[in-house]
T-cell receptor, first 111, second 113 residues
Framework: GEDVEQSLFLSVREGDSSVINCTYT??????LYWYKQEPGAGLQLLTY?????DMKQDQRLTVLLNKKDKHLSLRIADTQTGDSAIYFC???????????FGAGTRLFVKA | KAGVTQTPRYLIKTRGQQVTLSCSPI?????VSWYQQTPGQGLQFLFE???????NKGNFPGRFSGRQFSNSRSEMNVSTLELGDSALYLC????????????FGSGTQLSVL
């Protein structure tokens, strides 16, 4: 089946680390993504990871992939108020030519 | 390089009417995907087009249709609008390759009264 699940809300203090978690069901997914959506805008690709990797780091962003548990996480170091947005986890269904998104996690950053 | 352009930005329609939304992908991109975003359902996949061919379709009724032109621009049409069709419709373009990274437009906000 195709399903991507993530928690709906996360609140952190400015300067702390944020960890957003996601689980997916399609074990044949080759790529997994994190997108960010700010108010009134479309989604913006933040980072992605190939399924044969465990970790990918990109400046303040760290993606961890546990393929056995089908668990993906996004860690944002030194979270800033500008990071407040909705973060979407997504998996690429290669055979179906479609990207499946989770419902999104709304990140609140308190000053 | 220009981004993904969706028009119009806002639309207000009444029940029973039909609507056509337009999407111009990034130059050189041949894949266009459409998504419906609502607060309760998140992003739901509508369909994907590549080189004028629909490669996949989501679980939406036949009132939702789309097409892609030879210049990769795409349109989606919703006929006999219902209140529940009120949503943000997002278009995304991509190369259509194996690592498909999607580039989204700002969306069309459709309100059905």
């Amino acid at each position: 089946g195709e399903d991507v699940e993530q928690s709906l809300f996360l609140s952190v203090r400015e300067g702390d680390s944020s960890v957003i978690n996601c689980t997916y069901t399609d074990s044949s997914s080759t790529y997994l993504y994190w997108y960010k959506q700010e108010p009134g805008a479309g989604l913006q690709l933040l980072t992605y990871i190939f399924s044969n990797m465990d970790m990918k780091q990109d400046q303040r962003l760290t993606v961890l992939l546990n393929k056995k548990d089908k668990h993906l996480s996004l860690r944002i170091a030194d979270t800033q108020t500008g990071d407040s947005a909705i973060y979407f986890c997504a998996e690429l269904n290669t055979g179906g030519f479609k990207t499946i998104f989770g419902a999104g996690t709304r990140l609140f950053v308190k000053a | 390089k220009a981004g993904v352009t969706q028009t119009p930005r806002y639309l207000i329609k009444t029940r029973g009417q039909q609507v056509t939304l337009s999407c111009s992908p990034i130059s050189g991109h041949r894949s266009v995907s459409w998504y419906q975003q609502t607060p309760g359902q998140g992003l739901q996949f509508l369909f994907e087009y590549f080189s004028e061919t629909q490669r996949n379709k989501g679980n939406f009724p036949g009132r939702f249709s789309g097409r892609q032109f030879s210049n990769s621009r795409s349109e989606m049409n919703v006929s006999t609008l219902e209140l529940g069709d009120s949503a943000l419709y997002l278009c995304a373009s991509g190369t259509g390759g194996n690592d498909e990274k999607l580039f989204f437009g700002s969306g069309t906000q459709l309100s059905v009264l």
